[in-house]
């Protein structure tokens, strides 16, 4: 077919055809919907697997796929995380069977409670060569800042810079390729957080 041959503009225009002779059925539409995820046309792709969950409902595979546009192109965790459940609920796929479902689920719970911290600010204690001096880290979409009253010390980098970092009792370790800061953070609960996300941040990188 012309899908499995990864001709996929001309698999949706011979969907669309046969619709105009006779009403696709559940897998053509689910075929229709796979063509134009492939082609990156995710709204109409999500629509088309809409269509084949409205002619059987049971389809977890239909499910799947839309929560994984909604995750990775369209960043809605929420709606994700909704049409994942469903599928979990009528017991998954061979690719993606419960266990899987449920660690996916997990993974989007986990993200969204940390992408809430984001841009609140985190208090440390900035520790120099010589002494140290207190202030806030802002945890940006694609910077990181340091702000206090001693504005040497103040600076606003990118992730995308980052070398390595590491955590050192409650001390946050960030290397750069010219400079490390280190961060002595008082709230465990922060400590923790600041390290999910930076961990996210490299993963985003990779």
Sequence with gaps: SAYRSERYEQAIQLVQQLAQITEPDEDMRFLLGMSLLRQKQYRQAIQAFQECLGQNARRADAHIQIGLIY???????????????????LGGTSDFGPTRLQNMIQSLR??????????????????HAFGSCRGRVIWGLV?????????????????A???????HGNVVEIQFADKKYNFRVKSQSDLKWVMQWLAQQRMNKG
Excluded: C
Excluded at 145 to 155: C, G, L, R, T, V
């Design 161 to 167: 810079q980052i070398k390595k970092f590491a955590q």
């Design 143 to 159: 910077t990181m800042q340091f702000w206090s009253d001693e504005k040497a010390h103040n600076f606003i980098r990118p992730y």
């Design 71 to 89: 995750q990775t192109a369209l960043k809605d965790s929420s709606r994700a995380e909704g049409h994942f459940q469903k599928a979990l609920q």
């Design 110 to 127: 986990q993200e969204a409670g940390i992408e809430q911290r984001m841009n609140q600010p985190t208090e440390v204690e900035h520790q």
